[in-house]
């Protein structure tokens, strides 16, 4: 288990999310990375990232299991801020899941699908860096409402750096509108989180936000996002 390295006693909760930002690159350098999937989220830090003209690799997440409209944005987002993205890291097709652990494993067993095509490729692609920052917000589900801007994450042995965590849903949209800044069109759809095809549906109003993704299950979270470490069974 990996021991958490000591950082400055700072009040992170009192800092804007660029301050942390800003914060992040200085303490961490080229072994600070931003992780993307191309929900508003990823817009809002990316733009951020440049408008602080930060130098921080961009690692995609990419599941293969994307909409059309998610790997549009990207590319938008690439040429509106000349991104340079890392190479994605490598996740089996999916062709090769069904052929390994049976068709349609999304149906059968998420956790399982998820941990193949979410975790195990993060796990790889944050070995060279100390933190990572993360698009997550409080407000998003149930299971993320305590998570603190700053944390310590024993499953990657990196600190997650949370800027926007403190961030709802309007404040999100209303930076992005303002900034003029590309986004993934789905969310205009009712899509207010998005993730896989199978997975993801539109939300109801009412509903919290990531009540589209894995609806009718009690699965909340893709796994990348649970700081404990992994089980002997899963480990890779």
Known sequence: ???????????????????????????????LCLTCSWQKQSSVLVHMVSQLDLDVPIIELDTQLFFRETYETRDRLVERYGLELLPPPFVISVAEQHMQEGPNLWETDPDRCCHIRKVEPLLTALE?????????????????????????????????????????????????????????????????????????????????????????????ECGIHQDTPLPKEMNV
């Open 128 to 220: 060279p860096y100390s933190a990572w920052i993360s698009g997550i917000r409080r407000e998003q589900s149930p299971s993320r409402a305590d998570t603190p801007k700053v944390q310590w994450s024993e499953r990657y042995g990196v600190w997650k750096i949370h800027p926007l965590v403190d961030w709802n849903s309007e404040r999100v949209q209303a930076y992005i509108t303002v900034n003029e800044i590309p986004y993934n069109p789905l969310h205009d759809a009712g899509y207010r989180s998005i993730g896989c095809i199978p997975c993801t549906r539109p939300t109801a109003p009412g509903e919290e936000e990531r009540a589209g993704r894995w609806a009718g299950s009690d699965k909340l």
């Open 1 to 31: 288990m990996a021991i958490a390295p000591r950082l400055p006693e700072l009040d992170f909760e009192a800092m804007s999310a660029e301050d942390l930002l800003r914060w992040a690159h200085q303490e961490f350098g080229e072994r």
